[in-house]
């Protein structure tokens, strides 16, 4: 692959994550269990990450950097509920 289409590629993939606070990850990018959402935003990582730390610990699940671990679909749910 030529640089050219390197570029073209990368650029399209930060296009879908422009103007997004995070993304799922797809599940062959961890381990499977659960889900896995990235925050793509950092400015919103920055201004929330102590309510992040917070609501993780209160719904069980872990966050990593710029990254959740959500074990369950129910937590998936409400980390979306509550951070979209």
């Not at 990368?10 to 062959?28: E, H, M, N, Q, Y």
């Not at 201004?47 to 710029?66: A, T």
Request: glycine share 8%.
């Amino acid at each position: 692959m030529d640089m050219t289409s390197a570029k073209r590629i990368s650029d399209d993939i930060l296009a879908d994550w422009r103007g997004k606070k995070f993304v799922l990850a797809d599940p062959s990018l961890h381990d499977g269990q659960g889900h896995l959402i990235v925050l793509v935003d950092f400015g919103f990582w920055v201004e929330n990450y102590g309510d992040l730390e917070r609501w993780c610990r209160d719904n069980n699940c872990e966050i990593q950097g710029m990254t959740v671990i959500l074990p369950t679909d129910q937590s998936l749910t409400s980390f979306l509920l509550r951070w979209l």
